[in-house]
């Protein structure tokens, strides 16, 4: 493990700390010397995940679902004076379904978590950048950056599509005039396949389509490697790369090379667990 003291001293916020990925960004954040608030629904299970694997940091309760308690706990760090140096958001919804099988709580959820979480969070802590004139925020998204709109993750891919524009944007306003503006960087980070636990009963599938598999890991090292070279959007996996250029040139084909070819691979399966 690269224990770089890129991170050494740094308070960094991790939502979904209690997750596989986000247990894997707190270990490492932890071996490189980092202060760690680790953020989930699920206090007590963010306690457990510290105390088994000896992970030293503070929690926070963080419903991404409920708006007005999210800001009112992120207000109440800043007016403690924990003021994140890096934020990492590796907490999400996934729904994989045909679109017409998407309940109302399904795109509500999806909604609120991917994408309006992210929104107000930035919205609190922003400011705090831009007071201090550094920080970073990376998002845990997928899908590519963001741009790839796969067969029966309408909703989802919808979602994550517009954090990475969110992004982008707030990576253009950040002023320009002053020598330090750089030290504020947003970045979205796309991994590939994982092996967690909620991704456990999908990985066959992806192996099946040719999708590389990575470790939680493998991830979390990747993730604060990019964060460390100013990077502002990540996709892991050469093949995943080549779709995000082949989908930017001609959709007609990017379908022909990959996406017709995903969709029967994955409509049998989604849409018989949607009948379940």
């Known amino acids: 493990m690269d224990n770089s003291s890129y991170f050494s001293g740094s308070l960094c916020l991790v939502f979904g700390a209690s997750g596989g990925i986000g247990q894997a960004i707190c270990r490492e954040l932890n071996a490189r010397g980092a202060g760690i608030i680790g953020a989930s629904r699920n206090e007590d299970a963010i306690n457990k995940v510290f105390a088994k694997q000896g992970i030293i940091g503070q929690t926070l309760q963080a419903d991404l679902t409920d708006s007005e308690t999210l800001e009112r706990e992120l207000k109440s760090l800043v007016e403690k004076g924990n003021i994140p140096d890096h934020i990492i958001i590796a907490a999400g919804y996934d729904v994989r379904k045909p679109f017409e099988d998407h309940s109302t709580e399904d795109i509500d959820r999806s909604v609120n978590v991917n994408l309006t ?3 107000e969070i930035c919205k609190v802590l922003y400011p705090r950048f831009l007071e201090r004139k550094s920080g970073t925020l990376t998002y845990v998204g997928g899908f590519g950056d963001g741009s790839l709109a796969f067969p029966f993750y309408s909703v989802n891919a919808a979602t994550r599509s517009a954090a990475k524009t969110f992004l982008e944007a707030l990576n ?16 979205y980070f796309g991994p590939t396949a994982v ?26 090292h990747t993730l604060l490697k990019s964060i460390e070279r100013k990077k502002t959007s990540v996709a892991i996996g050469s093949l995943t790369r080549f779709g995000i250029v082949t989908n930017a040139i001609s959709t007609n084909l990017s379908n022909t090379l990959f996406m017709n070819g995903y969709k029967k691979v994955l409509e049998p399966i989604f849409r018989a667990k949607a009948q379940i």
Request: aromatic share 6%; hydrophobic share 40%.
């Open 117 to 119: 979480s992210l929104v």
């Open 172 to 187: 253009r306003e950040i002023p320009t005039d002053k020598p330090d503006a750089k030290a504020i960087r947003f970045l």
């Open 195 to 220: 092996m967690t636990e909620s991704e456990k009963e999908f990985l066959p599938l992806w192996k099946k389509m040719g999708t590389p598999i990575i470790s939680p890991d493998k991830v979390a």
